[in-house]
């Protein structure tokens, strides 16, 4: 059944085949009405650093610049230009007092023989005249003639309004890019166009996905009850149905029918980096799928078929997802009442954590790694756009999830030192870039889908608490506790190696002005590290051991020192260290679960660089992970600094 909050002004019920293309017009002006009208998390934009609500973009197109009348569709087919409506502009510097809305596209630009029209240098003053509407690619055609339809006057699209070949104009723009797609009205989505020579697929629905509006009359009261008057039996009650023939579902169309992976033929925008920030961005997005309108806002996920069905997500239960985190709000309430042994109250900073800060933390956590794992796996025509494409997702994290950390090539500073263990997920696919895009140490050194799972709350609460016990029964006047702290250390020896190292330094260059954006190099200063030096072996390795049955143990490649086995390993992209033949070290880093009933050590497998002059450092840079190594392998290694690229 039609719910009654859906209350289409412009599109009337929809009879069975029914193909007039002119009806998905009409449903996308009930979209964008409804949203303003009824959503009030859509009508907040979604900001990034700054606070301003009057921005506009440096350059925008004006697609009613030659309209011939007043009326509304006098101007469709002709011209557009080019407009600078920033306040520098002049006359036109008023309209910022209440800046005009516009929309924004999203688009593929498609191999280097499709590309569209752009902008440079030498036809800028050209285009700021006058832009014939006839050389431009049927999707910014199909764009301009949407925008027009659906009553705006200004439309940004990223190859005509930034000028491509001014290095410095791409970089400020770039810088931008959160701010424009943030700003932005609505944002047109060309989710099934390879090119820009496709088009915005507006078509009519076909006859496996239309449907059939049916209104049933009823004098049944609504609410139903024996207390209903005769009088109100006599009016009727209009009930609306829709029936399909075949239903699709929002998921599928935009994503295809995959489970891992993007799906380049379905949904080509989908595969595209830049796109995924223009459209987490967006405040509301239509999308032009292969089969169908959707709608995407704060509030809702709609198909043509079904424009009022809500498919946004529920937010995360944590009384669902951790059994144990019913107790924690009294937990922490407890935590704020230590005392000392005098029993004065124990102030701790982290003693002021609250569940819902927990939670808060968690939740950015999760989705800036689930957002990573998505974005890792899309498409760049140029690799060195690899961090310049996700600048605009950094700032809108760090004003609203990590306000108190600073992002450093794709991690966050407050969690860094766990954050230094992401992984691959397909080694054999991962490659290097050709060029310098990011430190080693960043998952943005690797082509390649990447993951890392954040530490839930409930560990970070147990962890929490034990360091403010800990805190709150120490005496620093009583020697007992420094002998206490060593007999831990000797019954798990894994905390001297664990606990020691520390990132002292976080050193960036950025390639230009935006901080978010791509660098020219980076590095960290690692102190109190400590390092084992092993070889890398990819052949099958025998060894004696009793407690197999056979007597011994096969070891399918690994790590060993003096042709014995250390330790597993997983390295960043295959094939890479075995043909450089260089020196490669195991940085402990973390304490693992016990193997075999011993205690081990998991962290970084280190390349040896060279020596840095300057700062009298040993240059590592990472090429993968260990994990299983043996804590007596440490033993008597002094803890040092190193330098890490």
Same mark, same amino acid.
């Given at each position: 059944?039609?719910?009654?909050?859906?209350?289409?002004?412009?599109?009337?019920?929809?009879?069975?085949?029914?193909?007039?293309?002119?009806?998905?017009?009409?449903?996308?002006?009930?979209?964008?009405?409804?949203?303003?009208?009824?959503?009030?998390?859509?009508?907040?934009?979604?900001?990034?650093?700054?606070?301003?609500?009057?921005?506009?973009?440096?350059?925008?197109?004006?697609?009613?610049?030659?309209?011939?009348?007043?009326?509304?569709?006098?101007?469709?087919?002709?011209?557009?230009?080019?407009? &600078?409506?920033?306040?520098?502009? #002049?006359?036109?510097?008023?309209?910022?007092?209440?800046?005009?809305?516009?929309?924004?596209?999203?688009?593929?630009? #498609?191999?280097?023989?499709?590309?569209?029209?752009?902008?440079?240098?030498?036809?800028?003053?050209?285009?700021?005249?006058?832009?014939?509407?006839?050389?431009?690619?049927?999707?910014?055609?199909?764009?301009?003639?949407?925008?027009?339809?659906?009553?705006?006057?200004?439309?940004?699209?990223?190859?005509?309004?930034?000028?491509?070949?001014?290095?410095?104009?791409?970089?400020?723009?770039?810088?931008?890019?959160?701010?424009?797609?943030?700003?932005?009205?609505?944002?047109?989505?060309?989710?099934?166009?390879?090119?820009?020579?496709?088009?915005?697929?507006?078509?009519?629905?076909?006859?496996?996905?239309?449907?059939?509006?049916?209104?049933?009359?009823?004098?049944?009261?609504?609410?139903?009850?024996?207390?209903?008057?005769?009088?109100?039996?006599?009016?009727?009650?209009?009930?609306?149905?829709?029936?399909?023939?075949?239903?699709?579902?929002?998921?599928?169309?935009?994503?295809?029918?995959?489970?891992?992976?993007?799906?380049?033929?379905?949904?080509?925008?989908? &595969?595209?980096?830049?796109?995924?920030?223009?459209?987490?961005?967006?405040?509301?997005?239509?999308?032009?799928?292969?089969?169908?309108?959707?709608?995407?806002?704060?509030?809702?996920?709609?198909?043509?078929?079904?424009?009022?069905?809500?498919?946004?997500?529920?937010?995360?239960?944590?009384?669902?997802?951790?059994?144990?985190?019913?107790?924690?709000?009294?937990?922490?309430?407890?935590?704020?009442?230590?005392?000392?042994?005098?029993?004065?109250?124990?102030?701790?900073?982290?003693?002021? @954590?609250?569940?819902?800060?927990?939670?808060?933390?968690?939740?950015?956590?999760?989705?800036?790694?689930?957002?990573?794992?998505?974005?890792?796996?899309?498409?760049?025509?140029?690799?060195?756009?690899?961090?310049?494409?996700?600048?605009?997702?950094?700032?809108?994290?760090?004003?609203?999830?990590?306000?108190?950390?600073?992002?450093?090539?794709?991690?966050?500073?407050?969690?860094?030192?766990?954050?230094?263990?992401?992984?691959?997920?397909?080694?054999?696919?991962?490659?290097?870039?050709?060029?310098?895009?990011?430190?080693?140490?960043?998952?943005?050194?690797?082509?390649?889908? @990447?993951?890392?799972?954040?530490?839930?709350?409930?560990?970070?609460?147990?962890?929490?608490?034990?360091?403010?016990?800990?805190?709150?029964?120490?005496?620093?006047?009583?020697? @007992?506790?420094?002998?206490?702290?060593?007999?831990?250390?000797?019954?798990?020896?894994?905390?001297?190696?664990?606990?020691?190292?520390?990132?002292?330094?976080?050193?960036?260059?950025?390639?230009?002005?935006?901080?978010?954006?791509?660098?020219?190099?980076?590095?960290?200063?690692? #102190?109190?590290?400590?390092?084992?030096?092993?070889?890398?072996?990819?052949?099958?390795?025998?060894?004696?051991?009793?407690?197999?049955?056979?007597?011994?143990?096969?070891?399918?490649?690994?790590?060993?020192?003096? #042709?014995?086995?250390?330790?597993?390993?997983?390295?960043?992209?295959?094939?890479? @260290?075995?043909?450089?033949?260089?020196?490669?070290?195991?940085?402990?880093?973390?304490?693992?679960?016990?193997?075999?009933?011993?205690?081990?050590?998991?962290?970084?497998?280190?390349?040896?660089?060279?020596?840095?002059?300057?700062?009298?450092?040993?240059?590592?840079?990472?090429?993968?992970?260990?994990?299983?190594?043996?804590?007596?392998?440490?033993?008597?290694?002094?803890?040092?600094?190193?330098?890490?690229?």
């Amino acid at each position: 059944m039609v719910p009654g909050s859906w209350c289409p002004r412009f599109l009337p019920p929809m009879g069975y085949n029914d193909q007039d293309p002119e009806r998905n017009v009409l449903l996308l002006k009930d979209w964008l009405d409804n949203c303003r009208l009824n959503h009030t998390k859509c009508r907040e934009i979604k900001k990034t650093m700054e606070t301003g609500t009057d921005f506009l973009p440096t350059r925008l197109l004006d697609v009613q610049a030659f309209g011939t009348g007043s009326k509304s569709l006098s101007y469709l087919g002709n011209d557009v230009r080019l407009v &600078s409506l920033s306040p520098t502009t #002049g006359p036109e510097s008023d309209m910022n007092k209440f800046p005009p809305p516009y929309f924004t596209l999203s688009h593929c630009w #498609g191999p280097p023989e499709k590309r569209p029209t752009t902008t440079t240098k030498a036809n800028l003053a050209q285009r700021m005249e006058r832009i014939p509407l006839f050389e431009l690619p049927r999707t910014f055609q199909d764009a301009i003639e949407i925008t027009r339809k659906l009553g705006h006057r200004y439309l940004w699209i990223d190859s005509l309004c930034i000028v491509q070949d001014d290095e410095q104009d791409w970089a400020h723009e770039a810088g931008l890019m959160a701010k424009v797609y943030s700003h932005s009205s609505c944002t047109l989505s060309a989710l099934s166009s390879k090119d820009s020579s496709e088009g915005l697929h507006l078509e009519p629905l076909d006859e496996d996905r239309s449907y059939m509006d049916l209104m049933i009359t009823s004098h049944a009261s609504p609410a139903g009850g024996s207390g209903t008057k005769k009088s109100d039996m006599d009016d009727p009650f209009f009930f609306r149905f829709r029936m399909f023939y075949s239903l699709d579902h929002w998921d599928t169309l935009y994503n295809g029918k995959i489970q891992l992976g993007l799906c380049d033929d379905i949904s080509p925008l989908r &595969s595209r980096a830049w796109t995924l920030q223009e459209r987490e961005l967006s405040r509301r997005i239509i999308h032009f799928a292969k089969n169908q309108a959707l709608w995407e806002c704060a509030e809702l996920k709609a198909t043509a078929q079904r424009p009022w069905h809500h498919s946004v997500y529920p937010a995360l239960d944590p009384e669902q997802e951790w059994k144990e985190w019913a107790g924690i709000k009294k937990s922490l309430e407890s935590l704020s009442l230590l005392q000392d042994r005098d029993g004065n109250p124990v102030h701790v900073a982290a003693a002021a @954590v609250t569940a819902s800060s927990l939670l808060s933390a968690y939740r950015g956590e999760h989705e800036w790694w689930e957002m990573v794992f998505d974005y890792s796996q899309r498409l760049l025509s140029k690799d060195t756009d690899k961090l310049a494409a996700l600048s605009g997702m950094a700032q809108f994290y760090q004003r609203n999830h990590f306000p108190h950390a600073r992002y450093v090539a794709g991690l966050w500073s407050s969690r860094l030192e766990e954050e230094l263990f992401w992984e691959v997920d397909d080694r054999t696919s991962a490659s290097r870039p050709a060029e310098y895009v990011a430190p080693s140490w960043s998952w943005a050194a690797v082509n390649g889908r @990447v993951s890392f799972r954040p530490k839930d709350p409930v560990w970070r609460f147990q962890s929490m608490r034990k360091n403010i016990l800990a805190e709150a029964e120490k005496d620093p006047a009583n020697p @007992v506790d420094a002998k206490d702290k060593d007999r831990d250390r000797e019954r798990d020896p894994r905390k001297v190696i664990c606990e020691e190292w520390k990132v002292e330094e976080v050193n960036l260059l950025p390639r230009y002005d935006d901080q978010y954006g791509a660098l020219k190099g980076a590095s960290l200063i690692i #102190g109190g590290a400590r390092l084992v030096e092993v070889k890398l072996f990819t052949e099958t390795l025998i060894e004696p051991d009793p407690e197999y049955i056979q007597g011994f143990h096969r070891h399918y490649g690994g790590l060993k020192i003096d #042709g014995r086995w250390v330790a597993d390993h997983r390295l960043d992209v295959e094939g890479e @260290v075995e043909q450089s033949g260089c020196r490669l070290w195991c940085l402990g880093m973390v304490a693992e679960k016990h193997y075999r009933e011993r205690p081990v050590i998991g962290g970084l497998l280190l390349r040896e660089e060279r020596l840095d002059v300057d700062g009298d450092l040993c240059v590592y840079s990472r090429v993968g992970k260990f994990h299983n190594m043996a804590v007596a392998l440490f033993d008597g290694v002094e803890p040092r600094r190193i330098k890490l690229i």
